[in-house]
């Protein structure tokens, strides 16, 4: 199964990038999941992510940096019906995501035909612990759905 959840996550970044979706700023969504918080924070992110103190100690910080730097939304996904009632909310066009590839090929599913960036996360410590991401990443996910 995992090489399929791979495959359908490269498969569906093609398309996005193929399609060429263009979005405003205010019409893409940053969506992390929780598990990127570093587990010794006492910030309670998932209720306001302006909790988040910017120490450095995980991305969140860059994530909410990457954010202001483009003007775009941000949301932690604390679960998958959160995560997808975000994804479905009117407002937003295009959806960068962040998650295990499991997670990601559930959720590209789920939101067809919301165009989803897919970016899978690193997990140095296994799944759902201290997980991490290449801020890069984002950011070039950021900037194929921006208008020239
Ligand atoms: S960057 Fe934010 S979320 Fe991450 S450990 Fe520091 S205060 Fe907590």
């Keep these: 199964m995992k090489i399929i959840d791979k495959q359908v996550v490269s498969l569906n970044n093609l398309m996005v990038k193929l399609k ?9 969504l940053i969506l992390f999941p929780h598990c990127l918080q570093n587990t010794t924070c006492k910030q309670n992110i998932k209720n306001d992510l302006n ?22 939304s ?25 998650a295990c590839e499991k997670e990601l090929r559930v959720g590209i599913m789920a939101a067809i035909p919301k165009a ?26 950021i900037e194929r759905f921006m208008k020239e």
């Design 20 to 28: 060429k979706k263009k979005c405003p700023p205010e019409g893409i």
């Design 74 to 98: 941000i949301a932690v996904a604390s679960g998958g019906r959160v995560a997808l009632e975000k994804v479905k909310a009117d407002s937003v066009q295009g959806v960068v995501a962040i």
């Design 51 to 72: 909790e988040c103190k910017r120490c450095g100690k995980c991305k969140v910080k860059n994530l909410m940096e990457l954010s202001e730097k483009y003007g775009v």
């Design 116 to 141: 989803v960036f897919a970016v899978p996360n690193l997990r140095p410590n296994g799944y759902c612990k201290d997980t991490d991401v290449y801020i890069d990443e984002v950011e070039k996910a």
